[in-house]
């Protein structure tokens, strides 16, 4: 969710949610607070920046980085091995149902990788295994999608429709499954979490420093590039068209940004 970032080479296939969310970052570190000897699972950890940040502040300890992701495991790995970070691993797992060492990571940290679990209550029990007693769990996850521009400015520019409503069912997994902090608390609680908490972080998100580039990049976006699969060919030049437009009015000259909203949710081990 491709920019410019702070660690360069990407494959050019990769969507860069690094320079993404470059600025949720820095608030997501803060509260993790790592600690020197901390053993830490990063759920969701995409190409391992986040698993590679929270090796560098466990110096006397170690990072775990899952995703079920290959191609991006691929370029985590190769990044911590240019980087010199030999206590950051990463393994291709679904969190879900991956056997996790009973009671011992100290923290789980996810920067927007909890949301698409089949079943969030199995997941999150399972997690919880793999934490030991009053070890803690900090997420970043998306707020409504009202609350989100770049979810409906960017799909309405390729359906020209309108984005379904905040409040419409889903049946399927999605980026705003743990918007609502009262279901989001019960699926913790339930899993066998406490003390629950969630702050409010707002943040623009990146696309580019240009119109062209934000167009290459969000078009490497799955949950995009299937908004266009189905369309034929004039209908589908049009939809880009759209979307240049849209992005081309998200240039502040700094870059392409859109607005955007999260939680920063914490919790305990029972």
Not at 146 to 164: G, V
Not at 178 to 194: K, W, Y
Request: hydrophobic share 40%; aromatic share 8%.
């Amino acid at each position: 969710m491709t920019g410019t970032s702070g660690e360069r080479g990407a494959k050019p296939q990769l969507f860069d949610y690094d320079a993404e969310l470059r600025r949720y970052n820095e608030h997501f570190r803060a509260v993790a607070r790592v600690g020197r000897h901390d053993r830490v699972l990063d759920i969701g950890c995409g190409t391992g920046q986040t698993t590679r940040d929270a090796a560098r502040a466990a110096v006397a300890g170690s990072a775990l980085g899952v995703d079920i992701s290959a191609p991006m495991l691929e370029r985590a790995r190769q990044l911590a091995a240019e980087q010199g970070l030999s206590n950051a691993t990463y393994h291709q797992a679904d969190a879900q149902v991956y056997g996790f060492e009973p009671t011992y990571f100290d923290v789980c940290v996810s920067r927007f990788g909890t949301m698409f679990f089949a079943d969030p209550v199995a997941a999150f029990t399972n997690i919880g295994r793999a934490l030991r007693p009053s070890g803690r769990l900090v997420l970043l996850v998306w707020q409504g999608r009202d609350r989100n521009e770049w979810a409906s400015a960017i799909r309405e520019s390729l359906t020209a429709a309108p984005a379904p409503p905040a409040s419409a069912p889903s049946s399927a997994p999605n980026a705003f499954s743990l918007a609502d902090p009262r279901l989001t608390e019960d699926i913790l609680t339930t899993a066998g979490f406490t003390d629950v908490t969630f702050t409010d972080v707002h943040e623009p998100v990146y696309y580019g420093p240009d119109t062209a580039t934000a167009l290459d990049s969000v078009l490497r976006l799955l949950k995009f590039q299937d908004l266009l699969a189905d369309l034929d060919t004039t209908t589908a030049d049009q939809a880009r068209t759209r979307l240049h437009t849209t992005l081309a009015a998200h240039d502040t000259g700094d870059g392409v940004h859109f607005d955007s909203r999260a939680w920063i949710v914490t919790a305990r081990r029972a």
